[in-house]
């Protein structure tokens, strides 16, 4: 099974910051990565696929990038509505799809 | 718009049975694959099972396998998870999700909890 590492598990930023979380995947996965927003007591919600596509609908200050085993995903200046938790996804390698452990982001 | 909502989630003892449900609504059921993804409280995400269109082909999480059944009811516009030899680690919000191909998952359900306790 493909094992995705996300760092860091948390973040704390303050409105407007830059924010960077980074995916690792154990073997190369081209560009098959999602990321998803989970806010608490919701659902994940799909943000990025194929690594850099933004899904319809979600603000242009998030963004991906990546290939192979080495992915980011970038909150170019974080709102309030942004602090929620992050996770990755590989679909390169099925079964099993495979989520990263998560990155926390909170306000500082 | 586009919906998906679980049911059947609850409170079972340890080797317990229980089928959970998720209607699907505002789109052409039939035409997608769907999925069961998991949360265990505090925890991360965990992929559970997988159910091609026409149902014809099912994959487990190997820790579910043998004890989960996926199936789908495409006249009723329905998914379910048949939960068996249930144990305290099931224990988890379950999520169905709609397959976007290749195999990103949205949207998601709103989720049942499921908890596995004596």
């Known amino acids: 099974d493909i094992q995705m590492t996300q760092s860091p598990s948390s973040v704390s930023a303050s409105v407007g910051d830059r924010v960077t979380i980074t995916c690792r995947a154990s073997?190369?996965?081209?560009?098959?990565l999602a990321w998803y927003q989970q806010k608490p007591g919701k659902a994940p919600k799909l943000l990025i696929y194929a690594a850099s596509s933004l899904q319809s609908g979600v603000p242009s200050r998030f963004s991906g990038s990546g290939s192979g085993t080495d992915f980011t995903l970038t909150i170019s200046s974080l709102q309030p509505e942004d602090f929620a938790t992050y996770y990755c996804?590989?679909?390169?390698?099925?079964?099993?799809?495979?989520f990263g452990g998560g990155t926390k982001v909170e306000i500082k | 718009e586009v919906q998906l909502v679980e049911s059947g989630g609850g409170l079972v003892q340890p080797g317990g049975s229980l089928r959970l449900s998720c209607a699907a609504s505002g789109f052409t059921f039939s035409s997608y694959e769907m999925n069961w993804v998991r949360q265990a409280p505090g925890k991360g995400l965990e992929w559970v099972s997988y159910i091609s269109s026409s149902g014809s082909t099912i994959y487990y999480a190997d820790s579910v396998k043998g004890r989960f059944t996926i199936s789908r009811d495409n006249a009723k516009n329905s998914l379910y998870l048949q939960m068996n030899s249930l144990r305290a680690e099931d224990t988890a919000v379950y999520y169905c999700?709609?397959?976007?191909?290749?195999?990103?998952?949205?949207?998601w359900g709103q989720g049942t909890l499921v908890t596995v306790s004596s």
């Open positions: 996804q590989q679909a390169n390698s099925f079964p099993p799809v495979t």
């Open positions: 073997q190369g996965i081209s560009s098959w």
């Open positions: 999700a709609r397959t976007r191909l290749p195999l990103w998952f949205d949207p």
